[in-house]
């Protein structure tokens, strides 16, 4: 079983829809859950973290934290074009230093 | 968010040079920083953690003698590809998290990226 998971993709959706992207982790003691946007043949951008459990917004932007299901999500409210990327999701263990990155999930926005 | 730079951007060499990349944490201090490489539509790989003022930690499968890692500041990690081959030809991305006294070090920042061509 990976660390992390994702699926693949790609995941389409219209423009104006609500995105929703899913991420579940393997590790019960982890701490820390991350978003990364990757454009192609750009690096990672973070955009959203998220410690607790429960529902934190950031603009059109909304990551859910469930660790009893040990599940982490992204929605993404109104999606635009712009939003077609590749989504990582990152799990840092309680205690440990690195991240562990899901494969990523596609996301494809059509007009 | 943090700024992390890195340089070069791109990079083309000839197989048996070496190559260094700068990576450098602009407005916070990083006492750690994360090599990754990735190459193309995969995921990306964790080549090693930087630590400042001492040796890095390679992941399995990395070997550390074509891949230096120094550390020599709070701001600055640099990844020299030694004896480059085509095959090292990737995307090579750093990485750091905001340490700055009194920060509480969570979110990790990536830099840009080098894309490197070995011919």
């Known amino acids: 079983q990976k660390e992390v998971e994702q699926n693949s993709g790609p995941l389409s959706v219209p423009e104006g829809a609500i995105a929703s992207l899913n991420c579940t982790y393997s590790?019960?003691?982890?701490?820390?859950f991350f978003w990364y946007r990757q454009y192609s043949g750009k690096s990672p951008e973070l955009i959203m973290s998220i410690y607790s459990n429960g529902d934190k917004e950031d603009g059109r932007f909304t990551a859910q934290l469930n660790k009893a299901s040990q599940y982490v999500s992204l929605l993404i409210r109104d999606s635009q074009p712009s939003d077609s990327a590749t989504y990582l999701c990152a799990v840092k263990p309680g205690g440990g230093n690195k991240l562990t990155f899901g494969t990523g999930t596609q996301l494809k926005v059509e007009l | 968010g943090a700024v992390v730079s890195q340089h070069p951007s791109r990079v083309i060499c000839k197989s048996g040079t070496s190559v260094k990349i700068e990576c450098r944490s602009l407005?916070?201090?990083?006492?750690?920083m994360f090599w990754y490489r990735q190459f193309p539509k995969q995921s990306l790989m964790l080549m090693a953690t930087?630590?400042?003022?001492?040796?890095?930690?390679?992941e399995q499968g990395v070997e550390k003698d074509k891949f230096l890692i120094n550390h020599a500041s709070l701001t600055l990690s640099t990844l020299t590809v030694t004896s480059a081959h085509p095959e090292d030809s990737s995307f090579y991305i750093c990485?750091?998290?905001?340490?700055?006294?009194?920060?509480?070090?969570?979110?990790?920042?990536f830099g840009p990226g080098t894309r490197l061509l070995v011919l």
């Open positions: 407005d916070f201090q990083a006492t750690t």
């Open positions: 930087s630590n400042e003022g001492s040796k890095a930690t390679y």
């Open positions: 990485s750091a998290r905001d340490q700055s006294p009194g920060r509480i070090a969570r979110a990790q920042y």
């Open positions: 590790d019960r003691v982890s701490q820390s």
